[in-house]
């Protein structure tokens, strides 16, 4: 167990829909990071944000949003969704945003787009 | 961007030592190399870290070479519980987060 929580695990939606996925990062990570992986694309770096503020933008869509609140939990808000968002969608969180950290992960959302 | 290169699959005995190689010939003086393991669809696993020297924790050893051009992750006695795809990761930049998963190595632990 990492100590990063994500909800939900699965998630089933329809083409043009939106979700939210919630992520808890460990106790004292100020860190939070946003990840995809599908079959085909592997684990892909989306978002990152450090103590509420976007840090580092990866391969996100413009469909997709992020943001991390006051008590450092983070949200994924994926809207438009399309065939191919369906992936999983990890969360990882480390210390800080600078050195050699190492990122945790949680178990992940599998999201199905249908 | 230093990229890493690592063979698609691998097998182990059980009981045997698991060595899986990573080059990365490109990397810079003040990148670090990272592996990660990733089980089933579980999410990814941190494994160790180094730098330049050798390191090793209760998980693995990691053997870096003195070009730091390649690597190697040992885990001395595989179990079954060990079959997994493993990442071999160099940090693109100190504060820079973004770290690059390729595609790993699978390695399956045979009994």
């Known amino acids: 167990d990492s100590g990063v929580t994500q909800t939900p695990k699965h998630l089933i939606t329809a083409t043009g829909q939106r979700v939210t996925l919630r992520c808890s990062p460990r106790?004292?990570?100020?860190?939070v990071y946003w990840y995809q992986q599908s079959l085909d694309q592997g684990l892909q770096f989306l978002i990152q944000y450090y103590n509420g503020e976007e840090r580092a933008k990866g391969n996100i869509l413009e469909r997709f949003s992020a943001q991390q609140f006051p008590d450092l939990h983070s949200e994924l808000n994926l809207s438009s969704l399309e065939l191919g968002d369906s992936a999983l969608y990890f969360c990882?969180?480390?210390?800080?945003?600078?050195?050699?950290?190492?990122?945790?992960f949680g178990p992940g959302t599998r999201l199905l787009v249908l | 961007d230093a990229k890493t290169t690592q063979p698609p699959s691998m097998d182990c005995a059980e009981g045997r030592a698991a060595n899986l190689p990573c080059n990365h010939s490109?990397?810079?003086?003040?990148?670090?190399v990272y592996w990660y393991r990733q089980i089933h669809s579980q999410g990814p696993q941190y494994i160790i870290h180094g730098l330049k020297n050798n390191e090793t924790n209760e998980m693995a050893s990691l053997i870096i070479t003195e070009d730091r051009k390649s690597s190697t992750l040992i885990l001395p006695h595989a179990t079954l519980r060990d079959t997994a795809v493993y990442y071999c990761i160099v940090r693109v930049e100190i504060g820079n987060n973004d770290m690059r998963f390729g595609a790993g190595t699978r390695l399956t632990v045979k009994p």
């Open positions: 490109t990397i810079s003086g003040n990148e670090y």
């Open positions: 106790s004292g990570d100020l860190s």
């Open positions: 990882a969180s480390s210390v800080d945003p600078s050195g050699a950290e190492t990122q945790y």
